[in-house]
């Protein structure tokens, strides 16, 4: 038995008040983190200096109290260990290197060459495992293959992910190929993650929503399972959450489909909905509005308890739908665990 309120409710325990963390808790809405960018200089070397990426990390378990910390890091340092470029452009977000063609396929490293360039994430993983609190979690994470494949094929983030369709259309073999790549290279490096100490890991899927039909299944739930499974061989009993954002009705199901102890929902779909038709499956997580993290009052507490409640009769992890936003005010989080923990 664990102390740990998101293990216990990864194991498929009702709690009486669920357990809470936010996707980007550590982020721009923080003084504190803003403090700390401008001393690392910018978002990558942030990343890449485990003092520092540890100190984001812990700052708002210190101010909130939060049951989960995510390693601080960005699903990007992947493809860069892959051998692309990447650079962040102030107020617009990621670049990349485009991979278009075979040659750019054929450019990039072996799946388990990544980790001396990834080395740093490890050692933030260690220093935190070190330094959390013992009652809190650690949670690393990567981002799922499609959605790190369409920042690979466009070299940005796009609306619509037009350019990896595009490719997926016109020369599925080495779409398929890139795909299998960064799923080897994620289960390489999450499984460091918890040879270094991560104690869940949690796969990103931001763009699911965007795959149809048997896209969906091949596409998202197939390489999910893939890594899934060889995490799960590796390191028995370590619990798994997927979050394929966007993913709508394909929500149903998910847990068997891809043996994840936890699937995560976005607020595109409502909580008494998630609750008759997903949390029958396992636990999960989620999956409040961010933009109540903006806009605060009545209606945070209102929406804030109608999650709690429609959940509260499975395994349920707090959190928001999508991260929150650099324009949050501090005081609104601070209202939201209120809610949650004051009943
Ligand atoms: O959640 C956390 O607090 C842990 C750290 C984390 C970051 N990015 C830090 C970050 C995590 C889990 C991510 C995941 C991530 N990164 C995703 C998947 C989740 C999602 O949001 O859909 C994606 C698609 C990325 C790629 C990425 N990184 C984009 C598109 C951007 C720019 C958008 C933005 O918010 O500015 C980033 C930058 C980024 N990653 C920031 C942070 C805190 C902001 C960088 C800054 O400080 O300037």
Redesign the pocket.
């Known amino acids: 038995m664990t102390d740990k309120t998101i293990l216990r409710a990864l194991g498929g325990e009702t709690l009486p008040t669920p357990p809470i963390w936010m996707?980007?808790?550590?982020?721009?809405y923080l003084p504190e983190y803003r403090a700390t960018?401008a001393q690392a200089g910018d978002?990558l070397s942030?990343c890449y200096t485990p003092d520092l990426a540890a100190e984001v990390t812990l700052q708002p378990i210190r101010r909130y109290g939060f049951d989960g910390a995510?390693?601080?890091?960005?699903?990007?340092l992947v493809p860069q260990a892959l051998g692309a470029d990447l650079w962040?452009v102030?107020g617009e977000?990621?670049r990349l290197s485009t991979l278009t063609d075979q040659a750019g396929f054929d450019a990039l490293l072996p799946a388990d060459a990544i980790h001396d360039h990834l080395a740093p994430i490890y050692e933030t993983v260690r220093i935190l495992s070190g330094e959390l609190p013992a009652e809190t979690t650690l949670i690393g994470?990567a981002?799922a293959p499609w959605?790190v494949a369409t920042?690979m094929i466009a070299g940005r983030?796009t609306p619509d992910q037009g350019p990896a369709h595009a490719l997926k259309a016109e020369n599925r073999p080495l779409f398929e190929a890139l795909l299998d790549r960064i799923t080897e290279a994620t289960i390489e490096y999450l499984s460091a993650q918890a040879d270094a100490g991560a104690e869940v890991v949690k796969i990103?899927d931001?763009w699911a929503g965007s795959l149809q039909g048997q896209d969906f299944q091949k596409y998202a739930v197939d390489p999910a399972r893939r890594i899934t499974a060889a995490l799960k061989e590796r390191h028995p009993g370590l619990p798994v959450i997927a979050f394929p954002?966007g993913a709508g009705e394909e929500y149903v199901g998910l847990h068997k489909a891809i043996g994840a102890d936890c699937i995560a929902l976005d607020d595109g779909v409502s909580p008494e909905w998630a609750a008759e038709n997903v949390q029958t499956g396992g636990c999960v997580q989620g999956n409040l509005k961010s933009s109540h993290m903006v806009t605060g009052g009545d209606d945070l507490v209102r929406e804030t308890r109608r999650v709690v409640d429609a959940l509260s009769n499975g395994p349920h992890i707090f959190n928001l739908g999508?991260?929150i936003t650099?324009d949050a005010d501090p005081q609104n989080v601070q209202l939201m665990i209120d809610t949650i923990r004051g009943g």
């Open positions: 996707m980007r808790q550590a982020g721009r960018r978002f942030l995510i390693l601080f890091a960005d699903i990007l962040f102030t977000g990621p994470f981002g959605t920042y983030g990103f931001s954002r999508h991260g650099p």
